[in-house]
C-alpha cells in the first residue's frame, strides 16, 4: 500500500503562487507515473500534470506556462509549483500515483485563488 501526503495548499490572490508537495511513502523511483489532479465543486476530477517513466511530462491545457510540476528523488516528493493562480484554478488538489499497476491517491489538498 502507498500513502501519499499532499501539503502546501491555502488561500492566495489572483496573480499568486504556491507549491504543492506530495510526499511518497514508498520510493518513487519505481513508481510508473505520479502527478496531480483537481477537483472543483460540482465538476468532475481533472488531470493537471503527470510525470511518466522515461521523464515525460503531461499538463492539461489550461495549466501549461503557469504551472510546473517536478519531482525529488531523495525525498520521495513530487512538487507542482503553481504561478499566476485564477480564480478558476480554485478545487481540492489530489496527488496521484500508479505502481505496480496500482493506482493510489492522496486525500487531497483545498486550493483557493480569491481576493
Known amino acids: 500500500q502507498v500513502q501519499l501526503v499532499e501539503s502546501g495548499g491555502g488561500l492566495v490572490q489572483p496573480g499568486g503562487s504556491l507549491r504543492l508537495s506530495c510526499a511518497a511513502s514508498?520510493?518513487?523511483?519505481?513508481?510508473?507515473?505520479m502527478g496531480w489532479y483537481r477537483q472543483a465543486p460540482g465538476q468532475a476530477r481533472e488531470l493537471v500534470a503527470v510525470?511518466?517513466?522515461?521523464?515525460?511530462?503531461n499538463y492539461a491545457d489550461s495549466v501549461k506556462g503557469r504551472f510546473t510540476i517536478s519531482k525529488d528523488n531523495s525525498k520521495n516528493t513530487v512538487y507542482l509549483q503553481m504561478n499566476s493562480l485564477k480564480p478558476e484554478d480554485t478545487a481540492v488538489y489530489y496527488c496521484?500515483?500508479?505502481?505496480?499497476?496500482?493506482?493510489?491517491w492522496g486525500k487531497g489538498t483545498l486550493v483557493t485563488v480569491s481576493s
Open positions: 496521484n500515483c500508479v505502481y505496480y499497476g496500482m493506482e493510489h
Open positions: 510525470l511518466s517513466s522515461g521523464s515525460k511530462i
Open positions: 514508498v520510493s518513487i523511483f519505481n513508481i510508473y507515473a
